[in-house]
């Protein structure tokens, strides 16, 4: 079994959901893909298309992304021999910093200030002035970002829950997680709803504020059936109750995805709810909210 064949066919585990026997709550271990993050099936189809097509003859891979894309390009292109660079906010955790570092990719690192968007600037002034030299996949304008989640994420929910999901609620960074299992799961009559951060400074690394950030060129602000907030603080709570009382380590935007699926489940009266975990909270363990907070937290999950 080759490493792209590795990808995806993730878990879905059910998250004990207290309040009532009616409503269900799943989500998605995508932390269980090769390099640890759903990234791997958007950075794997990317590439299979630029092979396909010859983009990458002799030249070098290079993208902006906040971490878990490069780490999946990283993965990928240290197995199939393509050089790989990447721009990075300054403020990506040590540990995505190493880890990329560890797969032998180049790392450029941009304005913690200017975020993604900065990093995003960065690497097309780079592109412009040496066209030669790169292939820019471009993940927030790559139909082949959202397009493996019609492929894959979209049908393995279905399946996974015996066709019985009715709601699928997920967090938009570059949106192709959102769209493209969105563009699945809708025309079988699931309602789907986007998550964003409730401000535009916030701790939710992945994610967008859609108002205050470049939107990616692949989303869609017409799929979402409705639309909800998620709060930083909230869900690092929840986060550290999942490590203590599910043995679940999520990341800060899974657990934003847990938190804001829970919202959702006090106001339906009954359905089966399905959110994705895009990684685990390894890479976050340096985050002032793992270690500021006492760890005597109720358990929200019975
Ligand atoms: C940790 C994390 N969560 C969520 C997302 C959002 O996924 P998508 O880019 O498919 O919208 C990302 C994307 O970079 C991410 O790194």
């Not at 002799?58 to 990928?76: E, Q, R």
């Not at 996949?137 to 279905?158: A, F, S």
């Not at 829950?161 to 769209?179: P, Q, R």
Request: proline residues 5%; contains cysteine.
């Amino acid at each position: 079994m080759s490493l792209l064949d590795r990808i995806g066919n993730t878990p879905l585990r059910e998250i004990p959901y207290p309040k009532s026997d009616k409503v269900r709550v799943f989500a998605k271990l995508e932390w269980c893909n090769p390099s640890g993050s759903v990234k791997d099936r958007a950075a794997a189809n990317m590439i299979q298309d630029a092979l396909e097509k010859g983009q990458l003859e002799g030249k070098t891979l290079i993208d902006a992304t906040s971490g878990n894309t490069g780490i999946a390009y990283a993965m990928l292109g240290a197995s199939l021999g393509i050089p790989i660079e990447l721009a990075l906010p300054e403020n990506a955790s040590k540990e995505r910093q190493l880890i990329l570092r560890n797969y032998g990719a180049k790392i450029h690192l941009t304005s913690a200030m200017e975020a993604t968007d900065g990093s995003q600037r960065f690497v097309e002034q780079l592109v412009n002035e040496n066209p030669d030299k790169y292939f820019y996949p471009d993940q927030y304008n790559n139909p082949n970002n959202w397009g493996v989640h019609v492929k894959t994420t979209g049908p393995e929910i279905w399946r996974q829950t015996d066709e019985k999901i009715t709601h699928f609620i997920a967090g938009l960074g570059t949106t192709g997680t959102f769209v493209g299992t969105s563009r699945y799961l809708q025309p079988k009559g699931v309602t789907c709803i986007s998550v964003q951060p409730n401000t535009p400074m916030h701790g939710l690394e992945g994610w967008k504020h859609m108002e205050t950030a470049i939107v990616p060129g692949i989303y869609d602000n017409t799929i979402a059936d409705s639309t909800m907030t998620a709060d930083t603080e909230q869900a690092f709570r929840l986060a550290k109750a999942a490590s203590k009382y599910l043995g679940l380590m999520l990341s800060p935007s899974a657990a934003a995805n847990l938190s804001v699926a829970f919202d959702l489940a006090d106001q339906i009266g009954s359905g089966t709810i399905v959110t994705t975990f895009a990684d685990n909270g390894m890479k976050y363990l340096q985050d002032a909210f793992w270690t500021n907070d006492d760890y005597n937290i109720s358990n929200p999950f019975i």
